[in-house]
T-cell receptor, first 110, second 112 residues
Framework: QKEVEQDPGPLSVPEGAIVSLNCTYS??????FMWYRQYSRKGPELLMY????GNKEDGRFTAQVDKSSKYISLFIRDSQPSDSATYLC??????????FGDGTTLTVKP | GAGVSQSPRYKVAKRGQDVALRCDPI?????LFWYQQALGQGPEFLTY????????KSGLPSDRFFAERPEGSVSTLKIQRTQQEDSAVYLC??????????FGQGTRLTVV
């Protein structure tokens, strides 16, 4: 079983919908939690990062971390066709490498 | 520079050929990472540098893979005697204090 599990989708929603993306993990040493967006044939783009449990909001994006359940989420409000991409969750301990999920592919239809 | 720069963007190698992939991190970023990404999967860790020191190379799949960062800035990932299973996108990322890793656009390696 992988350390980080992510529902691969694909996920298809109409424009303006609220999108929920989720990851679970097994390693309790993870302290930093990130979300990346990856367009086809591009490198991952850092969207948000949080430390420990709690919520963080940035515009239309909200990241949630629940360390007690080993569960993280990314919410996208008022989704746009330009949000269509693969979303990768990632997490790490205090230093060193990050461990990634396999990504959820999102399509937002106009 | 403004972002992480990788070259070449695309590389086609004949099986058995040696290849070298270059990464220019964001200026001032101490930490540098190499990842390998297969189609439909997330990036898999290969190796990690802090300045010029290679602190973790546990993800390198075989002794054909070698990475260096001699002056603590530019890094090179070298693959010797390439095999078909080495075909993947190789991603470089750098991380500074108080932030998380920023990725380059990757090098897509195809071994034929």
């Amino acid at each position: 079983q992988k350390e980080v599990e992510q529902d691969p989708g694909p996920l298809s929603v109409p424009e303006g919908a609220i999108v929920s993306l989720n990851c679970t993990y097994s390693n309790s040493a993870f302290q930093y939690f990130m979300w990346y967006r990856q367009y086809s044939r591009k490198g991952p783009e850092l969207l948000m990062y949080t430390y420990s449990s709690g919520n963080k909001e940035d515009g239309r994006f909200t990241a949630q971390v629940d360390k007690s359940s080993k569960y993280i989420s990314l919410f996208i409000r008022d989704s746009q066709p330009s949000d269509s991409a693969t979303y990768l969750c990632a997490m790490r301990g205090m230093a060193g490498k990050s461990t990634f999920g396999d990504g959820t592919t999102l399509t937002v239809k106009p | 520079g403004a972002g992480v720069s990788q070259s070449p963007r695309y590389k086609v190698a004949k099986r058995g050929q040696d290849v070298a992939l270059r990464c220019d991190p964001i200026s001032g970023h101490v930490s540098l990472f190499w990842y390998q990404q297969a189609l439909g999967q997330g990036p898999e860790f290969l190796t990690y540098f802090q300045n010029e020191a290679q602190l973790d190379k546990s993800g390198l799949p075989s002794d054909r893979f070698f990475a260096e960062r001699p002056e603590g800035s530019v890094s090179t990932l070298k693959i010797q005697r390439t095999q078909q299973e080495d075909s993947a996108v190789y991603l470089c990322a750098s991380r500074g204090r108080g932030t998380e890793a920023f990725f380059g656009q990757g090098t897509r390696l195809t071994v034929v």
